[in-house]
DNA sequence: AATGTATTGCAATTTTGTTGCAATAATATA
DNA sequence: TATATTATTGCAACAAAATTGCAATACATT
């Protein structure tokens, strides 16, 4: 519970009071893959209040408990850096499948130059990929050829 | 008008209409720096209406011509690299202001191989940095010092 | 130019996000 | 530990964003 831990010292610091419904989107947040807000919405209702979801989301990301992430055209919300280890995302686009790709110094390195290079002082960064992961690629030989861009 | 021509081949190819609405919003796409969906269809409004924008919108994505980029919480669309060169973002959290990244062959290369260590055939992927550019941090400096959390 | 059909615009609706305010719950303090 | 203070929540109403069905229109084919 080292998570919740920090939370509250969060909350305290910022002289916010610790409430159930907090601690709870928080515990919907710590315990499931990164879900875009219909999900917590979803996941609260009976508990919380739609209206109450969004606000500690606003919140949270004001205080940076939280962040955005990129899944093609939608965006998902997970714990930021300071819960969870920093990390990119690489999602399936034939069956929605989304692994976490873990720190890589070299990419990170890299990263900082570009920001060095345009006078950027840097406060975050996302990288996501899209691609077949191997089970999609061994579905889709199985079928005939796939046009380039079907729709 | 090199990027018409391919736009009319994508849709031709697909058995879709080219058509004035189709070509206006591709135009709004083309000429400006990229914007949020709300601004697509200011800018189309006595022209397209909005459900047209919307219907067009996606389809555009579905066809490969635009992508979403992400500012913060909130994201814009802009053509995809088979109209623009491939390239990143880097947005300033205080003024806003957006400049591109252009390909560096390093870091792309780095990308490919997360791909390959996760057995994936990647398709796409998108980077964004965020921070603070030469001028705000100028202006950081004069004002007293920032809490880190404030909120 | 006429025909067939995809595309568009309109009206209505659903979904998503926001605001004001009274009721409630968390903290400070006595 | 009870009470007072005030932040937070839920409710109702609202505003904004996105979607749907269908008739009117415009594009492509002959």
Redesign the pocket.
């Known amino acids: 519970m080292k998570e919740e831990k920090l939370l509250?010292k969060i909350?305290?610091d910022?002289?916010?009071?610790?409430?159930?419904?907090?601690l709870f989107?928080f515990n919907l947040l710590q315990n499931n893959e990164p879900q875009?807000?219909?999900e917590l919405?979803d996941r609260?209702t009976t508990?919380?209040?739609?209206?109450?979801?969004?606000?500690?989301l606003?919140?949270y990301e004001k205080l940076g408990i939280i962040k955005r992430i990129n899944i093609g055209w939608k965006y998902k919300l997970e714990l930021s850096d300071i819960f969870l280890d920093h990390h990119h995302h690489i999602s399936c686009i034939g069956c929605g499948h989304m692994v976490a790709i873990k720190e890589e110094e070299e990419l990170e390195d890299l990263i900082d130059n570009l920001g060095k290079a345009a006078e950027f002082v840097l406060t975050s960064h996302q990288l996501e990929l899209q691609g077949y992961c191997a089970k999609c690629q061994k579905r889709q030989k199985k079928q005939s050829a796939q046009p380039l861009r079907a729709i």
Do not use: F, G, M, Q
């Open positions: 509250r909350l305290e910022n002289h916010l009071r610790i409430t159930k419904t907090r989107i875009s807000i219909a919405v609260s508990k919380v209040d739609r209206v109450s979801v969004y606000r500690i606003d919140l």
